[in-house]
């Protein structure tokens, strides 16, 4: 059977991270009259808004564990399984941790896609987990509306070198390992409108691990470590300061973007997650162009790492970078809180 005859992306009402839910109606959600008793082995659990479940095993290791699942953002089954696959296993590499194990989680519209379609979907998938040197070791699957799949991951980290989001302290400076842009370039590829050339850079930022995490969980100067999905880097950001009690000053030529966006941008592609997102905590920012907001506020799948390392570190961090042929330009930093100040402001 010709697989390729079947358009993914017509099959859902959403794309990618686009289809988390607003931060907004997320915290009512996991807002709860019941008291809260965690287990004292939880050293990141639901109290905390970062990127996965991590679980002191006692013997100076911690257990990461993590879900991330969501409707195609592309086209080709194969590559759908690819993107969900390095999407989720992300959230592991996000705590400084190395993943170990996999499984799968499928919906399917089997009235509509047939099973060959799923089964590129799980290839696409078992070659991302190959390339982070795990298994995908089994799942689960349900007659589902619309196409879903991702994965839950679990991982190791030695526990002094576990990162969180929340661990930032003043001065930090601030890096993103991926250029923003990938919601507007899906945008642009539902409505028909994405050059071949950009669904490949498009394609080649989704499909790439952020293996970068694992190297950051070795270094003392990293502060603190989140990634960046469909909350757009605003988002993600604004919960690294919450967490850690700080503003950020986000300098925005110095924001990694991808090349030839404005060329969408003028087409008006973007997606409605961006305006979900800034509905949800535009009131924390400080005033942004058109042009800015669209893109800070973008929802990316797989996106990148943002990394907060300690100001005295930082020279050391971008020549160690480098040396790894990831060349990084800091584009912000971190302050105390300045009254009268929004959480974060872009210069």
């Known amino acids: 059977m010709e697989t390729q005859a079947f358009k993914l992306t017509q099959y859902s009402h959403g794309a990618g991270c686009g289809c988390k839910i607003s931060p907004s109606i997320l915290d009512k959600i996991l807002h709860s009259p019941l008291a809260y008793t965690p287990d004292a082995r939880l050293l990141v659990g639901n109290d905390k808004r970062d990127d996965a479940a991590v679980l002191n095993l006692g013997n100076g290791t911690a257990l990461i564990s993590t879900t991330d699942f969501f409707m195609p953002i592309v086209d080709d089954a194969y590559d759908f399984g690819r993107i969900a696959s390095a999407n989720a296993i992300s ?4 705590m400084g941790g190395k993943p170990i194990l996999a499984i799968a989680i499928l919906g399917w519209p089997i009235d509509k896609l047939p099973p ?9 998938a078992r070659a991302i987990c ?3 040197g795990i298994t995908l070791a089994g799942g689960h699957s349900i007659d589902c509306p619309e196409p ?5 991951v679990n991982g190791l980290v030695d526990v002094p070198k576990l990162k969180q989001n929340s ?3 003043a001065g930090c400076r601030l890096y993103l390992t991926k250029a923003l842009g990938v919601g507007v370039l899906s945008t642009a590829q539902k409505k028909g409108l994405l050059s071949a050339q950009d669904a490949a850079v498009a394609l080649k930022s989704m499909t ?3 293996k970068l995490g694992e190297v950051f969980g070795q270094m003392e100067d990293v502060k603190a470590l989140t990634d960046v999905t469909g909350f757009g880097l605003l988002g993600h950001l604004a919960e690294m300061c919450e967490g850690s009690g700080l503003q950020a000053v986000l300098q925005y030529d110095k924001v990694p973007v991808i090349e030839g966006l404005q060329n969408y941008l003028e087409q008006k592609c973007y997606p409605g997650g961006t305006q979900r997102n800034w509905q949800s905590y535009g009131h924390k920012i400080a005033p942004l162009t058109d042009e800015q907001r669209y893109i800070l506020a973008d929802p990316q799948t797989s996106g990148g790492l943002l990394v907060a390392v300690a ?4 020279p050391a961090f971008e020549a160690a970078m480098v040396k790894l042929g990831q060349p990084l330009t800091a584009i912000g930093w971190l302050q105390a809180p300045r009254e009268g100040q929004p959480l974060i402001t872009v210069v």
Request: overall charge negative; glycine content about 10%; proline content about 0%.
């Open 167 to 169: 661990t930032a302290v």
């Open 91 to 94: 959230d592991v590499y996000a």
């Open 148 to 152: 879903v799949f991702g994965l839950a």
């Open 208 to 210: 790439t691990l952020n």
């Open 130 to 132: 190959a390339e982070a």
């Open 116 to 124: 060959e379609v799923a089964q590129k979907v799980l290839e696409g």
């Open 311 to 314: 100001a005295e570190g930082a």
